[in-house]
């Protein structure tokens, strides 16, 4: 029985994935542009303690394991390694700390742009919670995140492999 449960999860979480994302309409730039998907750098387990070490907790002691898993509702739009490629979200790469709106030639709604967010831990988390919730007009289709647990483990899987190695 639990086999199926996991099969189970695993399907909503499929299917979540592919209902958050939607194509951009014809002829809009994304900003498509870069360089194509790259390979993440394997860190080392210091790296990572280092980066994991810059969040507060709960994320410090999140499962990166999980927030990986949890990444894969995100794939279908967004990659997160550097030189990675824009698709139909922007690539994630270096996005702690950065202001929302960052990369150039990105097609962002005009929402985020005048947001004025700064991609701290705190904004990505109300942002995973209900993109829509806190920044209304965002093109960002996907529905949330509702559990505290779920989002610190992304957040502390993206902190480690959106960054440089410190």
């Avoid at 994935?17 to 194509?36: K, R, T, V």
Wanted: a neutral charge; aromatic letters at 6%.
């Amino acid at each position: 029985m639990p086999a199926i449960r996991t099969l189970s999860a695993l399907a909503v979480v499929a299917g979540l994935a592919l209902a958050a994302c939607s194509a951009p309409a014809g002829g809009e730039d994304n900003g498509n542009d870069a360089a194509p998907l790259a390979s993440p750098a394997a860190l080392t387990d210091a790296q990572k303690a280092a980066l994991l070490a810059e969040l507060p907790e709960p994320y410090r002691s999140a499962d990166l394991a999980k927030g990986e898993a949890l990444y894969a509702m995100c794939r279908s739009c967004h990659t997160y390694v550097q030189g990675g490629t824009n698709m139909t979200g922007p690539n994630l790469w270096g996005t702690f700390g950065a202001k929302a709106g960052h990369i150039a030639g990105f097609n962002y709604s005009d929402a985020l742009k005048a947001s004025g967010l700064t991609w701290d831990v705190a904004t990505m988390d109300k942002w995973i919670e209900n993109p829509r919730g806190l920044v209304e007009g965002t093109k960002m289709s996907y529905v949330g995140m509702k559990s505290p647990e779920d989002r610190a483990a992304l957040i502390a899987f993206l902190k480690v492999n959106t960054s440089p190695a410190k």
